[in-house]
C-alpha cells in the first residue's frame, strides 16, 4: 500500500515481458455507410516504464488506439480484432469481471477534458476513493486517507478541502491533477493518457506534463501518452509512434523521430513547428486536409498529400520496415529521401 | 447552502403575496354576481343592496382585498355563500381527502414513472424502451377523465370488483385504512397517476440518456466500476432532474383534478371547487384557490431546495 515506494525505473525496465503487445489491431464503426474502418494493423510493443508518445492528427485513429487497450470499445458498437495483451493477458478474451478488474487497478486512464470526465455531483474524494474500495477492498476510511496520499503526490495544496470539492469548484489544472491521482490510485504497471495537457492552459499545461513525467519516471509506470502537439511529444516521450489514417507509419525512438524523421508526414509534421532560433525562416506546411478514413485510396494513404510521393505509391501499400535498430517506418522510398531533406 | 436556504425561503414570501392578489383580483373580474346567485330573482334593489353590504362588496376593491388578505392570514377565509359554514372547515376537509388521493396516486406515479424512465433509459432503443413508450404515450395522451370513466365501466359496472364512487362505504365518518376505504381509492388513483406516471417516466428517460452520453461516464467504465457502481451514478445524475418534474407533478395533484374527482365524486379540493363555481360561491372559491396556491409556493421551494441538495452546481448560483 505504500505510494511513496521508490521503485525505480531501471528496476523495473529488467523484467523482459513487454507490458502491452498489441498486434493486427483493427477498429471499425457502423456508420450511415457501412463499417468504417478507423483503426488498420496497429502493431505495437511497449516495455515497462517506458513512455510511448502516439502522435497524429485528429481521426488519425490514436484515441480509439487507446481506448482498445482497455475495451473500451466493446461497450460501443465497435468490431475490434486483431489482439491486444497488457501484461500477458489478452484483454479480447477477457470476460466482463476480469476487464473491469484490469480497467483502473493494472491500467490507468487519464482523459482529455477535465471538466466533463468528472462527475459533476460527486465529490472528487469520493471519485478516487470509490476506485480504490472498488479495486483494493479496503474501507472507506482507509481509501479516503489514500487518496488524501494521492493528492500530496499529484502536488494539489490543501487536500484536505479540495478532497471534499465539487469538480465544478477546482480549476482545469487542479481537476486534471485530480484526474491523475484517481488514475495512479490502484498503482497501475500502465498509464493511458489521451491528450491530458490539450484542454489546459499554456502554463498549466507544462506544469501537468512535468508532473506526470516525473510521476512516471519515479513510480516506473509505463505511458501510452496520446497527442497531436509534438512539443509535448518531445518533453515527455522514450518513444514515439506516428499514426496517420488508422496505422502507425514510423515508430521509434524520440530522439530518432522527432530529430530525424524517415516519413514524409513526420517530416512534414516537424517542419510544421515553430523553432526558436527560426526567426525569419518560412514555416513548412502541410498541403492538404486528413483523409476521409471510409474512402481511403489505394496504396499509400498519405500519398496525396506527399511532396515526394512517387507512382508506385499510388499503387502498393507500403509495410512497415527498419531503417535503423528500432526505428521503423511504413513507406516505400524512405531510405532514399532520408539524405535529401526539404530546408 | 445555509445562505441559500434563507434566500431562497425569502424569495417565496413576495411570490406568495402576489399570488393571494392574483387570486383576489381573477375572482373579482369574473363575470357574475354572487348576489344574484343568493337571493331569489324576484328580490328588491334593498335587498340586494343589503346583502352587498352584508359581504362587504359595496367597499373599494383594495380595501376588499386588504380585508380579506388580514382575515385569511389569522386563517378566516369567511362564511361560504352556499353552505353558511366556514370556508376554512370545508376547505380543510377537502384538502384533506385530496391529500390522500394524491399520495396514493403520487406513489404510484413516482415509483413506476422512476423505474421505467430509468429502464427506458438504460436500454434505449431496445425492445423495452419502445414498449415503456408506447405506456407513456399512451398516459399522456389518454384524457384523464376520459380514463376514470372507462375504468368506472370496466371494473366497477362490467366486473364488478371495485366501488364506482365516493370515498368510502358510509358518508359519514372519515378516511381509515381499511380495504372498504382502499377499494374505493384503487380507480381514482389510477385515474390520477396516469399523466404524472408518464411525465416523470419520459422525463426521467431523456435525463438518464443525456448522462450516458457524457464523457464522465467514460471515465468510470475506465476506472473499472462495476454496473451498479455506474448506475448509481447515472442515477444521482438524474435525480435533480427528477425530483423537479415528481415535485410540480405532485403538486397538481395535490391541487386536486376537477373532472377526476367529479367523476368518481370524491369530495376534494376538485370537487369543492367545481361545486363553488357553479354557485358562484366566492368567499369559498377564494378559499379553495388561495389554499391551493399556496400549496404550490411551498412545493416548489421544497424541490428547489431538495434539488439544491442533490445538485452541487445550483447552490453556487
Known sequence: MNIHDPLSASARAGASAPILDISGLAVAYRGGAGWTQVVRGVELSLDPGRCLVLLGESGSGKSVTLRAIVGLLREEGAKVEGRVRVGGQDVTSLTSAELLRMRGGRVGFIFQEPMTALDPVFRIGHQIAETIVQHRGVSWREAMAKARELFDLVQIPSAERRLQAYPNELSGGLRQRAMIAMAMSCEPELLLADEPTTALDATVQIQVLLLLREIQKERGTAMVFVTHDLGVAAEIADEVAVMYAGRIVEHGDAGQVLLNPAHPYTRALTNCVVQGSYRDRRLGELTGSPPDVSRLPPGCSFAPRCISRADDCLRTEPARRDMAPGHDVACLHAGSLSASRPD | ?317
Open chain 2, 1 to 317: 447552502m445555509l445562505l441559500y436556504v434563507v434566500r431562497r425561503i425569502l424569495y417565496a414570501v413576495p411570490i406568495g403575496i402576489g399570488v393571494t392578489f392574483i387570486v383576489f383580483s381573477l375572482v373579482h373580474i369574473a363575470p357574475g354576481d354572487p348576489i344574484s346567485a343568493l337571493l331569489p330573482n324576484e328580490a328588491t334593489q334593498e335587498m340586494v343592496d343589503e346583502a352587498r353590504r352584508e359581504f362587504g362588496l359595496d367597499r373599494p376593491f383594495l380595501v376588499q382585498y386588504a380585508i380579506w388578505l388580514g382575515n385569511a392570514a389569522v386563517g378566516n377565509l369567511g362564511t361560504s355563500i352556499g353552505s353558511g359554514r366556514p370556508v376554512a372547515t370545508e376547505v380543510m376537509s377537502a384538502v384533506g381527502n385530496t391529500f390522500i388521493l394524491a399520495t396514493s396516486a403520487g406513489l404510484v406515479a413516482c415509483i413506476l414513472g422512476f423505474l421505467l424512465g430509468i429502464v427506458a433509459g438504460l436500454w434505449r432503443d431496445r425492445p423495452v424502451d419502445h414498449i415503456v413508450n408506447l405506456i407513456t404515450i399512451s398516459g399522456v395522451s389518454v384524457p384523464h377523465y376520459w380514463l376514470a370513466i372507462m375504468l368506472v365501466i370496466v371494473f366497477a359496472v362490467d366486473l364488478n370488483w371495485l366501488p364506482p364512487l365516493g370515498i368510502g362505504p358510509d358518508r359519514s365518518g372519515g378516511w381509515r385504512p381499511d380495504w372498504a376505504h382502499i377499494s374505493h381509492l384503487i380507480l381514482p388513483t389510477i385515474a390520477t397517476a396516469a399523466i404524472p406516471m408518464a411525465v416523470i417516466a419520459r422525463t426521467l428517460r431523456a435525463s438518464v440518456v443525456d448522462v450516458l452520453d457524457q464523457d464522465f461516464i467514460t471515465t468510470l467504465r475506465a476506472k473499472g466500476l462495476r454496473r451498479q457502481s455506474v448506475l448509481w451514478h447515472v442515477i444521482r445524475n438524474a435525480l435533480p432532474t427528477a425530483l423537479a418534474v415528481m415535485g410540480l407533478q405532485l403538486g397538481n395533484m395535490l391541487g386536486g383534478s376537477v373532472l377526476v374527482e367529479t367523476v368518481f365524486a370524491w369530495p376534494g379540493t376538485g370537487f369543492l371547487l367545481a361545486s363553488a363555481i357553479f354557485q358562484r360561491d366566492l368567499p369559498l372559491l377564494q378559499g379553495t384557490m388561495l389554499v391551493l396556491s399556496m400549496f404550490f409556493v411551498f412545493l416548489n421551494l421544497v424541490v428547489d431546495l431538495v434539488q439544491s441538495a442533490t445538485d452541487p452546481r445550483i447552490r453556487r448560483t
